[in-house]
């Protein structure tokens, strides 16, 4: 099995940052995408930042230029550096890894738990 453990969250006020680690752990061959989600009360779970294996990023439209995402293959892990934070990021943040378990190229999908980020005005 695979975990993915997320660390980082909290209270901050606007204009603040923050850093998310997601690390995961288990039966791993390789991990292609790495991203963040975010889901805030009443809404849909989005898509905040997203990278692959080989380094490739891409954004949301309301984070560019103020969150960067960035990942140790090393260590099966990957960060959200969140700057400039505003009271709209406030949201439960999630990681999700699409990992290959072995030499036939499988890709399986997972989730973290989910870590709390709230942003006061």
């Known amino acids: 099995q695979v975990q993915l453990v997320e660390s980082g969250g909290g209270l901050v006020q606007a204009g603040g940052s923050l850093r998310l680690s997601c690390a995961a752990s288990g039966k791993i061959f390789s991990i292609n995408a790495m991203d963040w989600y975010r889901q805030a009360p009443g809404k849909q779970r989005e898509l905040v930042a997203g990278t692959n294996r080989g380094g490739y990023t891409n954004y949301a439209d309301s984070v560019k230029g103020r969150f960067t995402i960035s990942r140790d293959n090393a260590k099966n892990t990957v960060y959200l550096q969140m700057n400039s934070l505003k009271p709209e990021d406030t949201a439960v943040y999630y990681c999700?890894?699409?990992?290959?378990?072995?030499?036939?190229?499988?890709?399986?999908?997972?989730w973290g738990q989910g870590t709390q980020v709230t942003v006061s005005s």
């Open positions: 999700n890894a699409r990992v290959v378990k072995g030499v036939a190229g499988y890709e399986y999908d997972y």
